[in-house]
């Protein structure tokens, strides 16, 4: 009895979770799942939005869409009842986690991009590539020669930069390993972060505060990336003796063709 009341609580679960959302077309694309919300930005920008089926908590491109656990900690439930086809998470995830909850027959793709702007590249393409995107490889050349191009308009010309996300929560600066660090790297600016990837700026740390991170680095400029949704930005940002530039962080945030747009926005910045 417990058994058949089972299979039909899961029957019933797995009819509203396929009613959020539109389903994707047979023949036209997988089923895809999106463990990250940077990943599914880039299936859109890809063209494959529509073959989408679940998307992870934190997910706000596609907030109608059935809910498939966190980055770090997938449902197996949710996931199995979608049926994907394609399971695409980021490589924060082990590989372990992530196969457990693989149902049987799907496929996974694990990738990065977040090192650089070439690896957020090598990123859209793999996703085009497994997904069955139509002309990746000549859209992915189309984008590589417009974000050389939009960063070398910009002319950074050296300029002594640190990068932050200073807005929400606590501070923290993009290094060179960092997709938003080499980003401004190739639009000429000496990025002085000296952490790899990611510097957390707190008491306790190396750099407690953002007054000691402008002494320490000694910037000629800090570019304060904001997100829409953050309150308040650190109060420091107002007092540094420095040239604050505030971007769009939503435009650099989620490595890919966004950045096109960040660029577009730190041009227009840097004119004034």
């Known amino acids: ?23 994707a077309a047979a023949g036209d694309c997988p089923r895809i799942v999106s463990q990250s919300p940077y990943l599914s930005v880039a299936l859109d920008w890809l063209g494959r939005g529509h073959c989408i089926v679940g998307v992870s908590r934190y997910d706000r491109l596609f907030d109608t869409l059935p809910r498939t656990g966190g980055v770090m ?31 049987a027959g799907a496929r996974l793709l694990r990738v990065d991009g977040f090192t650089s702007v070439a690896d957020a ?14 002309d990746v490889d000549v859209r992915l050349a189309a984008f590589h020669k417009e974000w050389t191009a939009a960063a070398a308009a910009i002319r950074g010309e050296g300029r002594r930069a640190l990068v932050l996300s200073a807005c929400e929560g606590s501070p923290y600066s993009f290094g060179r390993g960092h997709f938003v660090g080499d980003a401004f790297v190739q639009a000429g600016f000496d990025v002085v972060e000296t952490a790899p990837r990611l510097r957390h700026i707190r008491p306790g740390e190396e750099i407690e505060d953002l007054l000691t991170a402008v002494e320490t680095l000694k910037p000629q400029v800090v570019f304060s990336l904001d997100r829409a949704t953050a309150a308040q930005c650190s109060a420091l940002l107002g007092i540094l003796p420095v040239e604050v530039v505030h971007l769009g962080g939503e435009n650099f945030f989620h490595p890919g063709a966004g950045v096109l747009a960040g660029y577009a926005e730190l041009a227009q910045k840097m004119k004034r």
Do not use: H, Y
Request: cysteine-free; proline content about 7%; hydrophobic content about 50%.
């Open 73 to 103: 900690d997938p449902d197996a439930e949710t996931i199995d009842l979608l049926g994907p086809d394609l399971l695409v998470a980021s490589n924060w995830a082990s590989e372990e986690t992530l196969r457990k909850v693989l149902p």
């Open 121 to 134: 590249e090598n990123m859209l393409r793999e996703l085009g590539r497994a997904s069955g995107a139509p």
């Open 1 to 23: 009895m417990k058994t058949r009341l089972l299979f039909l609580f899961r029957t019933f679960l797995a009819g509203l979770l396929l009613a959020a959302g539109p389903v």
